[in-house]
């Protein structure tokens, strides 16, 4: 080894150039040794292919573009200063323009400095790009002088005063490549001859500098597997090491079903039967079922609950719900009751607001195996709750509870069977990214009595018209809701807003009209009384925040107005609209678009379109990137370097495949041709064993 050979854990410290200020710069980005700057790819690369002559630009589409600066001013605005500089490339010109942080930009960019530049292109009195993403170019790298791929790296405001600009960053890596040891594989000879991959070293060092498009996008198609195959061998060990989790088959034929089902007032779409026999033939082995079932709102999910804790009754087990607000323990209590009622299975409710003594009694139930079913809110998991024998587990709208709080319920039985539901469908490749782990069923079809909801987006100045809509439908005897969007319980103006609409709506709209407010803030008791005039349409028109986004069903709801529509989720806007068209009336979505952003309104446009879930998440998947994403963002759990789940599809299936054929083979990663997967794995994945997808 030559003496100043640097490896992938040598510090960062013993790189040429890094002083105190850089390495604290790095170190707040994670950065510590030379394997972790080597992993801080770039996030995206020019080249030739990918800069558009000035000549050839079109508005409105995202170009790239390589020029010298001829001019630049600082300008003073009607209110403020604001930067321009002209970027002349041979074939024509454009104008970059910064309102934002002028005079900075001022003393960065200087005539004669060659730029990369990409943006939205614009034109106003010329072409334009506001605000622009720029990076200067020396000679020598300079894409169409050289005809070579220049890495671009993301760079902070930490990094820029550090002073590592781009350049830098190129240089430095530079100096690291010409010290650094071969990269060890992981990967064999064979293995990354069946999956077609190159070397991690040739990857890692193209990823930074590649000679050719085509090797880059070897070394790309290279790291983006090998995030997902490690990601995917997490779900792999979880999936096996839950099938070999021992536990109480349900081999007995329930004789419930039948009756219960004769006894509907419809009839099982085919949706419904086929995941039905997925869960009773799963929960019919002896080991845990660990399964999702995702069905769009209104897609008949609760009779399959009701069904699947039915067989468990009939194999000696108890079933304990859990759902994450109390109006929807409600509900699934009393349709639980219904129909349980005649087959003489005992349900019962525990909620936070429970009476004391009527908590005792229930405890003292499930101790001792009077009571079957039990369906409740968090207060199902505390400590002084004990079952007789729990045998299966249901989590309504699973992404609401934290890993633990699934835990905790689970770890009351001895490995029962779980079922997770919810209502927000996941795109495919989110699916198999965070719930790998999981065995999927789906109900992909309506009930055939559903009439499709008519969705309107609107702007503040045809609210009359709606209102005097609104009061048309409650003379025919219809209900209404108004959902105000209340991102968190506990924020204040949010909620403000929803009061001050009550009393707008109540005193001056609809005076002749019962108007309601429900919000999460309130007691139990007045929630409650508030739901129950509502469902029994002593309230026509309910305002309310989000509480009321899960589960709710008042088939006399056929007009939904979302207040501030723009601010929700495609995803979300769709759970509420399927609060309304539950019965047999015709029924309308109304979302109130109060951001005149051409691009709200367009995101909003979706929902006029189209009914669909898939379609929806889809949409917004590849809007708003899956951080966005039911809570993913919170989550941290996963931190893709270089994968993404919007376009990695095909990349991701082949990890897959080659993550769980290794762990069929060698549960235990023993093998040694595996073991520099296994201490490759345990570095970097092993504390995510036994944490949360979703939490
Ligand atoms: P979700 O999947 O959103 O939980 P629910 O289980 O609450 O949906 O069902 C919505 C409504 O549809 C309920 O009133 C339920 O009784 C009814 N329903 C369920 N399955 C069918 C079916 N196959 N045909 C007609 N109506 C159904
Ligand atoms: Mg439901």
Redesign the pocket.
Do not use: C, H, W, Y
């Given at each position: 080894m030559p003496e100043k050979a640097l490896t992938l854990i040598s510090s960062i410290k013993s790189v040429k150039g890094f002083g105190l200020v850089r390495i604290k710069a790095l170190s707040n980005l994670g950065i510590n040794t030379v394997g972790q700057l080597l992993s801080y790819f770039p996030r995206k690369h020019l080249d030739r292919t990918t800069v558009t002559p000035i000549s050839k630009l079109e508005k409105n589409f995202h170009s790239t573009i390589i020029g010298t600066v001829e001019a630049s001013d600082l300008r003073q605005g009607k209110q403020k200063k604001y930067f321009q500089a002209i970027l002349s490339d041979g074939t024509g010109v454009i104008r970059l323009t910064w309102f934002n942080g002028a005079s900075y930009i001022n003393k960065l960019i200087k005539v004669g400095d060659r730029l990369a530049v990409s943006g939205k292109i614009d034109f106003y009195k010329g072409f334009q790009i506001v605000h622009p993403e720029y990076d200067k170019l020396q000679e020598n790298e300079d894409p169409l002088n050289s005809g070579s791929i220049i890495p671009i790296y993301s760079i902070t405001a930490a990094l820029k005063e550090s002073g590592l600009d781009n350049q830098r960053i190129r240089r430095s890596i530079k100096s690291i490549f010409d010290l650094l040891i071969e990269i060890p594989d992981y990967f064999s000879d064979n293995f990354r001859k069946k999956y077609g991959l190159i070397k991690l070293d040739e990857a890692i060092r193209t990823i930074h500098f590649a000679n050719s498009q085509e090797n880059l996008k070897k070394a790309i198609y290279r790291l983006k597997f090998d995030e997902h195959f490690f990601l995917q061998m997490l779900m792999a060990l979880r999936k096996s090491s839950i099938k070999q989790i021992k536990t109480k088959p349900f081999k007995k034929i329930s004789p419930y079903i039948k009756i219960i089902t004769d006894n509907?007032?419809?009839?099982?779409?085919g949706s419904?039967k086929k995941v039905i026999k997925e869960i009773k033939d799963d929960m019919s082995q002896s080991y845990s079922m660990n399964r999702l079932l995702q069905?769009?709102?209104?897609?008949?999910?609760?009779?399959?609950?009701i069904l699947a804790a039915a067989i468990a009754v009939t194999n000696n087990s108890q079933v304990a719900i859990m759902v994450p607000t109390e109006i929807l323990a409600n509900?699934h209590f009393s349709?639980f009751k219904k129909i349980l009622d005649k087959v003489q299975i005992t349900c019962a409710l525990l909620v936070g607001g429970t009476p004391k003594k009527e908590r005792k009694s229930i405890l003292e139930g499930l101790e001792n195996g009077l009571i079957n079913i039990i369906i409740g809110t968090h207060s199902l998991i505390q400590p002084d709750i004990k079952f007789k024998n729990l045998g299966l587990v249901i989590f309504?709208e699973q992404h609401r509870f934290g890993v633990l709080q699934r835990g905790n319920l689970i770890s009351k039985g001895s490995n029962p069977h779980c079922l997770s539901?919810t209502?927000t469908p996941i795109p495919r490749t989110l699916a198999i990214t965070y719930h790998g782990d999981m065995d999927v069923s789906i109900?992909n079809e309506m009930?055939?009595?559903?009439i499709p909801i008519i969705t309107k987006v609107v702007d503040e100045q045809r609210l009359s018209k709606v209102y005097s809509f609104i009061k048309d439908e409650v003379s025919e005897g219809k209900q209404c809701m108004v959902i105000y969007p209340l991102v968190e319980e506990t924020e204040k103006s949010d909620l403000a807003a929803a009061v001050e609409m009550h009393t707008y709506l109540s005193e001056k709209i609809f005076k002749e009209l019962n108007v309601g407010l429900i919000h999460g803030r309130m007691k139990k008791t007045e929630k409650d009384s508030i739901m129950e005039a509502y469902i029994n349409n002593k309230i026509q028109i309910l305002i309310s925040t989000t509480v009321i986004e899960v589960?709710i069903?008042v088939?006399n709801a056929t007009v939904m107005i979302i207040e501030n529509a723009e601010r929700f989720g495609l995803t979300q806007l769709h759970q509420l609209r399927?609060r309304v068209g539950?019965g047999l009336h015709k029924s309308y979505c109304i979302l109130v678009c109060r951001n005149i952003a051409e691009n709200s309104k367009k995101r909003l446009r979706i929902m006029e379109s189209t009914n669909d879930g898939f379609v929806i998440s889809d949409e917004d998947l590849k809007m708003r990137g899956p951080g966005e994403f039911f809570g993913i963002k919170q989550s941290g759990f996963i931190k893709f370097k270089i994968a993404d789940m919007i376009n990695d599809g095909p990349i991701l299936r082949e990890a897959r495949t080659a993550a769980f054929n290794i762990v069929k083979e060698d549960l235990n990663l023993e093998k040694s041709e595996n073991s520099l997967i296994r201490k490759h794995f345990m570095n970097e994945y092993q504390d995510k064993l036994h944490e949360t997808n979703i939490s």
């Open positions: 509907l007032d419809f009839e099982l779409t419904q069905g769009d709102v209104g897609s008949g999910k609760t009779i399959v609950a509900q349709a309504d539901m209502a109900i009930p055939k009595n559903r589960g069903d088939p399927g539950r």
